[in-house]
């Protein structure tokens, strides 16, 4: 009988899915009664779809997570209409929803290039306003890495990641005995009894070379990076892509997929992962897992089993190692149970580390006596 390995080697790092950061419009200028000179407008506060930025990047770049536009120029007698405050740009990543603090949706950014504007500048003073200027808008908003699943299944071509998906959820992809057979994310709900579903996506397959764009490269990646989990799918007994490739070992397998994921975007491996091995219904089954176990304790002891240029710099570690056949059901159970454990955890830290910052914002916004009876 084989049962659960559990490895724990280091503190999982934080992927970041979702940020929320405080905006602020420039103040207008001040207009110039004597002569009826107008202010600047204040700047704006935009977000920009950006190539190859990450919400994790903005979070360590401004850890206050403020962002202020300029105030707009005063009248002067050299200049009687001032000009408007330069603008502050929050640069993201493309796939964002943006959103106010009560969940209304102010944009998407779809694409790279797409602006939506968060916080508008204040109007600069003139004759109708007594040429007082207005305050900038300011307000809290959150960005949203738009998700496909809960858990996004990873692995080489025929690792039998579309029969797993159709055994522990609703779904129904297509499933045959060649490499690819998944040309598009399939999504299946993994029903509990208390009703709580989670969605897995099964992404096309990976292949060596993906971070380079070979295959279905950077399209997979890309379905990877909206997943919340990560679960790899490796053949208990290895597999060889074709005739002209190399044999792969599981063990092999999973470094490679880890490497792969590190070349594309090294942040994609903060995310918390799972390892499923399947196909537990073959011959020495227990044996190779047995192996593949011994070695994932000491990683480092096999990398000559690894090609060079493949050896990760920082080994992946699991939450759970799950042994399963997705063709006879063994482990299944046992897997849903892993599935929504680690994804209940996520959502318990998660809930924590949000209720610490929204204390935070309100010990800054409240006056020093306030604050401290707070602290008592």
Not at 4 to 11: A, E, H, V
Not at 159 to 172: D, E, Q, V
Not at 320 to 334: E, K
Request: with cysteine.
């Amino acid at each position: 009988m084989v049962h659960l390995s559990r490895i724990y080697f280091r503190k999982y790092g934080k992927f970041v899915d979702n940020l929320r950061l405080f905006v602020r419009g420039g103040s207008g200028g001040m207009g110039l009664p004597r002569l009826g000179g107008r202010g600047g407008d204040g700047g704006d506060v935009w977000v920009v779809a950006t190539k190859d930025m990450t919400l994790k990047k903005i979070k360590d770049k401004y850890p206050e997570k403020r962002f202020t536009a300029e105030t707009g120029v005063n009248s002067s007698v050299r200049a009687l209409k001032g000009e408007k405050g330069k603008n502050a740009e929050i640069f993201a990543p493309v796939g964002i929803t943006v959103t106010t603090d009560d969940g209304r949706v102010l944009g998407e950014l779809n694409t790279e290039g797409v602006r939506v504007r968060v916080a508008k500048g204040g109007a600069g003073g003139s004759f109708h306003s007594r040429f007082e200027p207005t305050k900038g808008w300011s307000r809290h908003i959150r960005l949203d890495l738009k998700l496909i699943a809960d858990m996004g299944l990873v692995g080489f071509p025929n690792a039998g990641k579309s029969s797993l998906l159709t055994a522990i959820s609703n779904a129904k992809p297509e499933i045959a005995n060649y490499a690819f057979t998944t040309l598009r994310p399939e999504i299946g709900k993994v029903m509990y009894s208390d009703h709580k579903q989670i969605s897995i996506a099964d992404l096309p397959g990976l292949i060596e070379g993906a971070h380079m764009n070979k295959g279905m490269g950077h399209k997979f990646l890309k379905h990877v990076e909206r997943t919340k989990q990560l679960l790899f799918v490796v053949d208990v007994c290895g597999f060889q892509l074709a005739t002209s490739t190399p044999f792969r070992s599981a063990f092999v397998a999973v470094q490679l997929l880890t490497k792969e994921l590190e070349l594309y975007k090294k942040e994609l491996l903060l995310k918390p992962a799972l390892l499923v091995v399947n196909k537990m219904d073959l011959p020495e089954a227990d044996d190779k897992l047995e192996e593949l176990k011994e070695q994932l304790q000491n990683p480092g002891d096999f990398s000559a089993l690894l090609p060079d240029d493949m050896i990760p710099n920082r080994y992946l570690t699991f939450k759970h190692v799950v042994p399963v056949s997705a063709n006879t059901g063994f482990g299944v159970d046992l897997l849903k149970s892993c599935i929504r454990e680690s994804l209940d955890e996520e959502a318990v830290m998660a809930t924590k580390e949000d209720h610490k910052v929204r204390l935070k914002t309100l010990r800054l916004s409240l006056p020093v006596t306030e604050t401290q009876t707070m602290s008592v």
